[in-house]
Each structure stands twice: as structure tokens, then as C-alpha cells.
């Protein structure tokens, strides 16, 4: 059967939805839109290159997400210039490049490099642009920028999206001519795109509107939801830069335990992500392997006492309660 999925960001903890991704395709679904926020993007994508829910698995299993944190030789000596100096130059802690390089390599061993290469609305990424305070659902958004969403490369979406605040360098393009002002500087052309989770880390929403007025070509959508409280592991904060990564990362905390409406609880997969933090890059095989069994799980137990027909009821009366 075919289901539309969106995917909920979470950073590290996003190990779990690869479980939960095995665990629908052994139930026999079959998905057909996908979405996905920070690293749920990258779920989301993996799934539309035609990656399996058990070649994820082994995927997760041999990335050293460490490797992610990378910073050039001078500012990882404080008596340099230091990561403080780093933050007030690039705007984050790392560059993002060794992710998007990573999920680069991954797709195009599956032919996909851009949005062209996947099927029509697909795959979408949600992004944040600080600059103008928009939501960006990728890559249809970005043709307001001049860019043609068919040649947007698919791996820079998900910088893009993964672009946690202050961790990671927030992507920058420049503004199209036709969004620039008379002698406007070269800074203030810059335009600063983050992660999806500011805006919109549960994008559940994003499918309905294509069935609003056509209910009976309706394709279920099931999110897919990462819960549960972190260890309790307090942030030390001795200055600006431990204040700015305290911030953002109970920021990114903070969504695990937002209220889902009741009227979307039919269509919400809970996975408990175990006390693992979002920017636990240096997270354990174990650690790995729970999460990855404790997505297999919740999703094997909501495949088991789903019913199609009780989501079409559910949903129709969720469309009336919106008209």
C-alpha cells in the first residue's frame, strides 16, 4: 500500500526513523511522497533515491557521525583563533560540508544529484531563511531566489535543512537582482538559510492541500515523530558561545516534547529516542543499534492496528474541521 511520509527532525536521534522505515517496507508499504526537517530530510531523501529501509540501516551503521564536526587546522587551536573566533566568522561551529558531501555521495550512487532526477514533488525539504523570516519547502521555494528548483542539487537542500543554528554554517545565497535594492551593499545581499526545525520541525501539513478538493484519489500521510526527554544532562554555560549552543540545543529539545493535536494522533508514529541528545555526534554502536530497534519497534506496533479505512474517516473529518 502506498502512504506519503514526513519525517521529523532530530539530528543523531534521526537513526531511529531508519528503524521505523524497516519496519513499514516489512508491513508492506510502499512510499510515494516523501518530506522531511533536518534529519529527517535526510530519511526522507534516502527513501526517494531508492535506498531501502535495511540498506539505511547498514548506512547508519558505518557512518562515524563525528566526522561531521570538522573545523580547518587554524581554528581548532584556541591560542589561534579558536572556535569563539570561528562562530564570529562563519556563523557556526563547523562548515556542514563533510554532511553534504556524505549524503552527496550517497545519492548519486543512486543517479540522484538534483530535484530533476527524482519523480515530480517527490522528495521536499523544509528550510529556514533568517534573513526574510520565510518557510522554505524545497526545492519549489527556491525558485524564488533565481534558481531553478530542477537543477538544485538534492544534497545542498539538506545542508540546508540540517543547518543547526550556531552548530553548523548556515548556507548563504545571494539575492536574485530582482529582490536587491539601489546600492545595496554586498552584505546585505547575503541570505541566510538554517535549519527546517526553526520554522517547521513536523511538517505533517504538507501533503493535505493536494487532497482538499480530491478525497477519493487520497494517499494516507504518516509522520513519522521522534519523543521522549533527554538525559538529564544540564547545560553548562561559562560564556556567550556555550550560551549560544545551550540555546539552540534546547531549542532543538524542545520539539520532542510539543503537543500533537488530537486530531493528528491517527496518523503519528511516536518513537522514543532513548535520552539521546540531537547533537550527540559522538553517540555510541549501542546507542545506534537502540534507537534504530526502538524506530522498528513503535512503527511495528502502529503498522499492527492500522486500519485504512479508519484513517479515511479520521481524515475526512479532520479536512471539514479546517474548511
Same mark, same amino acid.
Given at each position: 500500500?502506498?502512504? #506519503?511520509?514526513?519525517?521529523?527532525?532530530?539530528? *543523531?536521534?534521526?537513526?531511529?526513523?531508519?528503524?521505523?522505515?524497516?519496519?513499514?517496507?516489512?508491513?508492506?508499504?510502499?512510499?510515494?511522497?516523501?518530506?522531511?526537517? /533536518? =534529519?529527517?530530510?535526510?530519511?526522507?531523501?534516502?527513501? +526517494?533515491?531508492?535506498?531501502?529501509?535495511?540498506?539505511?540501516?547498514?548506512?547508519?551503521?558505518?557512518?562515524?557521525?563525528? =566526522?561531521?564536526?570538522?573545523?580547518?587546522?587554524?581554528?581548532?587551536?584556541?591560542?589561534?583563533?579558536?572556535? +569563539?573566533? !570561528?562562530?564570529?566568522?562563519? @556563523?557556526?561551529?563547523?562548515?556542514?560540508?563533510?554532511?553534504?558531501?556524505?549524503?552527496?555521495?550517497?545519492?548519486?550512487?543512486?543517479?540522484?544529484?538534483?530535484?530533476?532526477?527524482?519523480?515530480?514533488?517527490? $522528495?521536499?525539504?523544509?528550510?529556514?531563511?533568517?534573513?526574510?523570516?520565510?518557510?522554505?519547502? &524545497?526545492?519549489?521555494?527556491? +525558485?524564488?531566489?533565481?534558481?531553478?528548483?530542477?537543477?538544485?542539487?538534492?544534497? !545542498?537542500?539538506?545542508?540546508?535543512?540540517? =543547518?543547526?543554528?550556531?552548530?553548523?554554517?548556515?548556507?548563504?545565497? !545571494?539575492?536574485?537582482?530582482?529582490?536587491?535594492? @539601489? #546600492?545595496?551593499?554586498?552584505?546585505?545581499?547575503?541570505?541566510?538559510?538554517?535549519?527546517?526545525?526553526?520554522?517547521?520541525?513536523?511538517? &505533517?501539513? $504538507?501533503?493535505?492541500?493536494?487532497?482538499?478538493? #480530491?478525497?477519493?484519489?487520497?494517499?494516507?500521510?504518516?509522520?513519522?515523530? $521522534? *519523543?521522549?526527554?533527554?538525559?538529564?544532562?544540564?547545560?553548562?554555560?561559562?560564556?556567550?558561545?556555550?550560551?549560544?549552543? +545551550?540555546?539552540?540545543?534546547?531549542? $532543538?529539545?524542545?520539539?520532542?516534547?510539543?503537543?500533537?493535536?488530537?486530531?493528528?494522533?491517527?496518523?503519528?508514529?511516536?518513537?522514543?529516542?532513548?535520552?539521546?541528545?540531537?547533537?550527540?555526534?559522538?553517540?555510541?554502536?549501542?546507542?545506534?543499534?537502540?534507537?534504530?530497534? =526502538?524506530?522498528?519497534?513503535?512503527?511495528?506496533?502502529?503498522?499492527?492496528?492500522?486500519?485504512?479505512?479508519?484513517?479515511?474517516?479520521?481524515?475526512?473529518?479532520?479536512? /471539514?474541521?479546517?474548511?
Amino acid at each position: 500500500m502506498k502512504v #506519503n511520509a514526513v519525517f521529523e527532525g532530530g539530528g *543523531v536521534k534521526g537513526i531511529a526513523l531508519a528503524g521505523a522505515v524497516s519496519a513499514a517496507e516489512k508491513q508492506g508499504i510502499e512510499f510515494h511522497q516523501v518530506a522531511g526537517t /533536518s =534529519s529527517g530530510s535526510i530519511i526522507a531523501s534516502l527513501i +526517494a533515491a531508492g535506498y531501502s529501509g535495511e540498506e539505511t540501516r547498514k548506512l547508519v551503521e558505518q557512518t562515524p557521525f563525528s =566526522s561531521f564536526l570538522k573545523r580547518s587546522w587554524i581554528f581548532e587551536r584556541p591560542k589561534i583563533i579558536g572556535p +569563539a573566533a !570561528r562562530l564570529f566568522i562563519k @556563523k557556526g561551529l563547523y562548515s556542514g560540508e563533510a554532511l553534504e558531501y556524505w549524503i552527496y555521495q550517497l545519492l548519486e550512487q543512486k543517479g540522484i544529484r538534483t530535484f530533476g532526477d527524482l519523480k515530480p514533488n517527490q $522528495l521536499r525539504i523544509i528550510a529556514s531563511d533568517i534573513t526574510l523570516g520565510r518557510l522554505l519547502v &524545497l526545492p519549489d521555494d527556491i +525558485a524564488n531566489y533565481g534558481i531553478d528548483p530542477q537543477k538544485f542539487l538534492v544534497a !545542498r537542500a539538506i545542508r540546508m535543512s540540517t =543547518s543547526i543554528p550556531y552548530f553548523f554554517d548556515p548556507v548563504i545565497i !545571494r539575492k536574485p537582482v530582482s529582490m536587491r535594492k @539601489k #546600492n545595496e551593499t554586498f552584505q546585505s545581499m547575503s541570505i541566510y538559510i538554517v535549519d527546517g526545525a526553526l520554522l517547521s520541525n513536523f511538517p &505533517l501539513w $504538507l501533503f493535505d492541500k493536494q487532497y482538499e478538493n #480530491n478525497m477519493e484519489k487520497m494517499i494516507p500521510t504518516l509522520g513519522f515523530q $521522534l *519523543v521522549g526527554k533527554t538525559q538529564a544532562m544540564p547545560n553548562e554555560i561559562y560564556g556567550p558561545l556555550s550560551m549560544f549552543r +545551550a540555546m539552540f540545543s534546547t531549542m $532543538l529539545e524542545a520539539h520532542d516534547e510539543r503537543y500533537i493535536e488530537e486530531h493528528n494522533r491517527f496518523r503519528t508514529i511516536k518513537i522514543p529516542t532513548l535520552g539521546v541528545r540531537a547533537t550527540q555526534f559522538e553517540i555510541t554502536p549501542e546507542e545506534s543499534g537502540k534507537l534504530y530497534q =526502538s524506530g522498528y519497534t513503535s512503527a511495528e506496533v502502529f503498522f499492527n492496528k492500522w486500519k485504512l479505512s479508519d484513517y479515511e474517516n479520521n481524515f475526512k473529518q479532520y479536512m /471539514s474541521r479546517k474548511k
